[in-house]
């Protein structure tokens, strides 16, 4: 069974800091790992995704996030925090299902960035 | 304009009444879904659709129906309202194209039943 857990329900961070948000899944394939940010009062938008290619994959708005299988882990990075990246994001997984994928979201993440 | 599309943005209802979400798409994308979204528990999967002729239920479908009138229009319908069911609800449209399916979602609708 699928599942995904996002470690830190807030993170707080001064601007210009480096931010680190942190995620695990269980799966019983090799997934797909995704993640979403949500500004208030808008809908998600794809920040990154990994389909089974390089590790390493970089995003929009300068995040990227490590695919590291033996520690089930799907991190998002960014070096240096913008008063823009205050957001909630989301880290989501997706294996074979019934009629496609099937898709789980985390409980999210909610970035506060300090001046 | 958005691709995605909802309306309306926000509403207030009582309970018992019945009341439809609507969502529309000009992304051409066959698969459409409809997510609740409550602080704390992320998104949760209420209703999908692969096409006009496919409608499935996600994990919390019960208190819910939905209508798919044509590609481009996924409605939603609570049909007696209950305050349990306030919440965010996100639409979201895919292109189904194998692993690393993106969604792309609407703006939301906020809902609160009195």
């Known amino acids: 069974a699928q599942s995904v857990t996002q470690l830190d329900s807030h993170v707080s961070v001064s601007e210009g800091t480096p931010v680190l948000l942190r995620c695990n899944y269980s799966s019983s394939y090799s997934p797909s790992l995704f993640w979403y940010v949500q500004h208030p009062n808008k809908g998600l938008q794809l920040l990154l995704k990994?389909?089974?290619?390089?590790?390493l994959v970089k995003g929009i708005n300068g995040f990227e996030a490590e695919f590291k299988k033996s520690e089930t882990s799907f991190h998002l990075t960014k070096p240096s925090a913008h008063m823009s990246d205050a957001a909630e994001y989301f880290c989501v997984v997706s294996e074979p299902g019934t009629g496609g994928f099937k898709t789980i979201f985390g409980a999210g993440t909610r970035l506060f960035v300090k001046a | 304009d958005a691709d995605v599309t909802q309306t309306p943005r926000n509403r207030i209802t009582k309970t018992g009444k019945r009341i439809m979400l609507e969502c529309s798409q000009t992304k051409g994308h066959d698969r459409m879904y409809w997510y609740r979204q409550d602080p704390g528990l992320g998104l949760r999967l209420i209703y999908y659709s692969f096409d006009v002729k496919d409608i499935n239920k996600g994990e919390i479908s019960d208190g819910y129906s939905v209508s798919r009138q044509a590609q481009a229009k996924f409605s939603l319908s609570l049909e007696s309202a209950i305050p349990n069911q306030t919440a965010l609800y996100f639409c979201?449209?895919?292109?189904?194209?194998?692993?690393?399916?993106?969604?792309?979602f609407g703006p939301g609708t906020r809902l609160l039943v009195l």
């Open positions: 990994y389909t089974s290619a390089a590790t």
């Open positions: 979201a449209t895919s292109d189904f194209r194998g692993p690393g399916e993106t969604q792309y």
